[in-house]
C-alpha cells in the first residue's frame, strides 16, 4: 500500500526479476488518482500504468488506470517479464491538489516455469523487426508433444492497441498440417470491440483475407491448416472496464494428413459437439463423408472441389435419423439452397473468399 500522498505528485517503483522470474502485479483500489474522461477514451490529471521501460516517464499508448475511488474485484492481474525494452516499472502521478491520493497493490516475483502463472510462450523465436511477432516451426516444437502461444502477459490482462503476429511453417513438401487449439479464450465479445479485438487465421500465401474470425469467450476450439505456413494473428484495442479479459492460450502441432487423399482442406471446425477433422480430393467427385449431428458446421475448401455430405436427420424429429438421410452435392460456383426436406439443414449460406469458399450449416 503506498503512503498517503498529497497531489500533486509523481513516484515510481523499479521491478528487477532475475532471467527466470516475471513480475506478477495485482490491483485493488485507487484513491484520487486522476479520472477517466469517456468522451476522449483516457484518463486525464492522473494515473497509474505498468510498463517495461528504461525510463521512468509516463507513456502515451500504454493502458492507464485511474478514477477517484476505485475498487477492483477482482483485482487487475498484469504480467510483465524483463526484456529488451527495460525493466518492468510501476508509475504513479497526479497533477492536481488533491487531500490523499493513494492505491493498493500487490506483486511478487514470479517462475517464468510455473504452470499456471509463467510464461506460456513455448518453442517460439521472436522476430527482431516487431515488438511482438514469433516464428514457429517443426524444429523449434520438435520433442514436445505440442508447442504454446499466448497473448502478451497471459494470463494477466493483455496489453492495448497491440497487433501480434505468429508464424507457424512446416517442413519439407507437402503432406503437413497445422493443428491450432485454443485453449482459453477471453477477450471482449460485443460488437464494437469485435471490430478491435480479435483472433484471424491467414494463410501464410494470403496474408490479405482471413481464413477464420474469432472473438469474444471459448473454452477450448481447434484448427487445422494445410501447410506449408500459417499466421495467426492477435489484435487488442482501448482495454477498459472490466479489467477481466486476459487474451488467449493456444497450442500449436503439426500433423500429417492422410496418406490417401491430397488434401484441399483450409479447415474443418464445428463450434458444437464432437470434433472431426474432413479430408477432401477434388479430384475424386463421389468421394463421401459421414457427418454427425452438430449445432452447427463450417466446412472450407478450395475450389472447384465438390463435397457430398450424408446428413442425417436430427434426432429430435421424426422419423429417426437411421430412417431417413439425404445426400446432397455442394460446389463453390452453386448457390446453396435449402434441401426439399425441412430439418435437415435448416438453412445453408455460401461464402466466397478469394481462391476458397465456405459453406455454413446450421
Known amino acids: 500500500s503506498s503512503p498517503g500522498m ?7 517503483f523499479r521491478f528487477l526479476p532475475s532471467p527466470e522470474q516475471r513480475v506478477e502485479l495485482h490491483i485493488y483500489r485507487i484513491l484520487r488518482v486522476g479520472r477517466y474522461d469517456s468522451s476522449r477514451e483516457r484518463c486525464v490529471g492522473g494515473g497509474i500504468q505498468f510498463v517495461s521501460s528504461p525510463s521512468s516517464i509516463f507513456q502515451t499508448g500504454p493502458l492507464t488506470l485511474c478514477g477517484d475511488n476505485e475498487r477492483y474485484s477482482p483485482p487487475v492481474v498484469i504480467f510483465l517479464d524483463g526484456d529488451t525494452q527495460g525493466s518492468p516499472v510501476l508509475l504513479v502521478g497526479v497533477d492536481q491538489a488533491t487531500p490523499r491520493s493513494q492505491f493498493l497493490a500487490h506483486f511478487s516475483f514470479t517462475a517464468i ?9 513455448s518453442g517460439g523465436t521472436r522476430l527482431t523487426d516487431s515488438a511482438c511477432s514469433y516464428s514457429y516451426t517443426e524444429a523449434s516444437c520438435a520433442g514436445v508433444p505440442h508447442c504454446e502461444i499466448s497473448s502478451p502477459g497471459y494470463p494477466g490482462i ?3 492497441n497491440m497487433l501480434c ?4 511453417k512446416t517442413q519439407g513438401g507437402g503432406g503437413k498440417g497445422v ?8 477477450i471482449p465479445k460485443d ?14 500465401s494470403d496474408e490479405t483475407s482471413a481464413l477464420e474470425t474469432i472473438c469474444g469467450n471459448t473454452k477450448q476450439r481447434d484448427f487445422t491448416f494445410l501447410g506449408p505456413s500459417v499466421i495467426l494473428e492477435f489484435s487488442s484495442g482501448l482495454v477498459q472496464a472490466p479489467f477481466v479479459h486476459n487474451g488467449f492460450l493456444a497450442q ?8 490417401n487423399t491430397k488434401e484441399e ?13 474432413l479430408m477432401i480430393n477434388p479430384n475424386q467427385k463421389d468421394n463421401q463423408h459421414s457427418v454427425i449431428q452438430h449445432d452447427e458446421a463450417v466446412l472450407t475448401y478450395k475450389r472447384p472441389a465438390r463435397v457430398i455430405e450424408q446428413v442425417p436427420r436430427p434426432n429430435h424429429l421424426s422419423p429417426p435419423a437411421n430412417m431417413l438421410r439425404e445426400s446432397k452435392i455442394f460446389s463453390c460456383r452453386d448457390e446453396v439452397s435449402s434441401p426439399a426436406r425441412a430439418g435437415l439443414i435448416t438453412s445453408s449460406q455460401l461464402l466466397h473468399s478469394n481462391h476458397t469458399c465456405s459453406i455454413v450449416f446450421r
Open 191 to 204: 460488437k464494437k470491440s469485435c471490430k478491435t479485438d480479435f483472433l484471424k487465421f491467414y494463410s501464410g
Open 165 to 168: 503476429r505468429y508464424h507457424v
Open 252 to 259: 500449436v502441432q503439426f500433423v500429417n494428413s492422410s496418406a
Open 6 to 12: 498529497k497531489g500533486p505528485i509523481f513516484c515510481w
Open 265 to 277: 482442406v483450409f479447415h474443418d471446425h464445428q463450434k458444437k459437439g464432437q470434433e472431426k477433422h
Open 158 to 160: 493483455f496489453p492495448q
Open 179 to 186: 493443428r491450432i487449439r485454443i485453449n482459453k479464450l477471453s
Open 113 to 121: 516455469s510455473d504452470q499456471k502463472t509463467g510464461q506460456r510462450m
